[in-house]
């Protein structure tokens, strides 16, 4: 176990989150698994760290227990458990407390665990003994990680945009993903695991031996066709104990969208014709863009009919892009 203390002026949050504690309780869960499976045309790949269910609420369930013993030990202590569940500088405390180091993708290493690890952080109104700051940078003269990076969001070492990265876009952004971005995007359903597998420091991480951070059925990879016909409450019930909820049903058909259209399959024409007629316009564009890249009249077809229907703007552009030139 990792402890900083005293180390709360050194932030400014709000004070809701820290006031009256003293201590931050720092700690990391390795979620190392076994190699991804390839995905095949029609299959979406997914992070590892979605691959099971919710990492929060196993990592809450640790947290209480702590957080119990904690206050058998000091009985007038307040206590409060953090699992991206507030304002916190995750990263920055970690390193601060000894837990590793931010490497060029900007990620925290740990030279043991590799970055294959989650973050959460135990506050207490107690002081606790801390250990000191990893201040060595152990990446050295590597490039991996920039080299790999599928669409040069890691501009330079150490500084990631945000508005290139996979993983923020395929998960955060709500919105069409840019022109220039889908293409990069390859078969990458939810998240990148890019950075990190090409990291040396993740040869040596360890297998975990958390069940819940394993594949939970299908999801390593995803068969993407199926999910053009499910409805919201078959989604819901599928995804919601999983982190890919956090991009809701359209999100993901958007995404599935994009993978389809970079891996073009006959099996998924018909899915992405009735993604092209769905509710959300969002996943509508979408479908629009990748059913372009399906040769043959049947896909001209059905791009000119839902543009002979089509009201929103932004998928009225995309469906244009079908049109033969006059």
């Known amino acids: 176990m990792h402890y900083l203390a005293d180390r709360a002026a050194a ?14 309780l720092m700690l990391a869960a390795n979620y190392h698994g076994d190699p991804p499976t390839a995905a095949r045309n029609g299959q979406g790949r997914i992070s590892r760290y979605a691959w099971g269910t919710d990492y929060h609420d196993s990592l809450r369930r640790r947290l209480r227990v702590l957080a119990d013993f904690h206050r058998e030990l000091t009985p007038r202590a307040a206590v409060r458990g953090v699992v991206d569940t507030a304002p916190l500088l995750e990263r920055e405390f970690a390193q601060l407390a000894g837990l590793g180091w931010i490497g060029k993708n900007t990620l925290l290493l740990n030279r043991q665990l ?3 690890i989650f973050l959460a952080a135990l506050l207490s109104s107690e002081p606790l003994k801390y250990d000191g700051p990893v201040n060595s940078n152990y990446c050295g003269t590597c490039r991996a990680c920039l080299e790999a990076c599928p669409t040069g969001a890691l501009v330079e070492p150490y500084r990631l945009d945000a508005r290139r990265c996979i ?3 395929t998960i955060e952004l709500r919105g069409p993903v840019p022109e220039a971005i ?3 995007m390859g078969d990458w359903l939810f998240g990148c695991d890019v950075c990190q597998e090409v990291c040396p420091w993740n040869r ?3 297998m975990s031996l958390e069940s819940a951070f394993r594949p ?5 990879p995803v068969d993407l066709s199926d999910l053009f016909f499910w409805d919201e409450e078959t989604f819901r019930q599928r995804f919601r104990p999983s982190p890919l909820w956090r991009a809701r049903r359209r999100g993901i058909l958007r995404n599935a969208a ?16 009735r993604g092209l007629n ?9 479908c629009a863009w990748a059913l372009l890249r399906y040769d043959g009249n049947q896909a001209r077809s059905a791009l000119a009919d839902r543009l002979s229907v089509e009201e929103d703007p932004e998928v009225r552009r995309e469906l244009r892009r079908g049109q033969s030139p006059k």
Do not use: C, M, Q, T
């Not at 994009?258 to 014709?273: C, I």
């Not at 769905?278 to 979408?286: F, H, I, K, S, T």
């Open 258 to 273: 994009v993978v389809l259209g970079n891996r073009p399959s006959p099996s998924a024409f018909s899915a992405l014709v």
């Open 204 to 206: 040596r991480s360890p």
């Open 278 to 286: 769905d509710v959300e316009p969002l996943v509508r564009g979408a």
């Open 182 to 184: 889908r293409e990069p």
């Open 216 to 220: 939970d059925g299908d999801g390593n």
């Open 114 to 116: 590799g970055s294959w």
């Open 167 to 169: 993983s923020y876009l």
């Open 11 to 24: 932030y400014e949050h709000p004070k809701h989150i820290l006031d009256g504690a003293r201590s931050i």
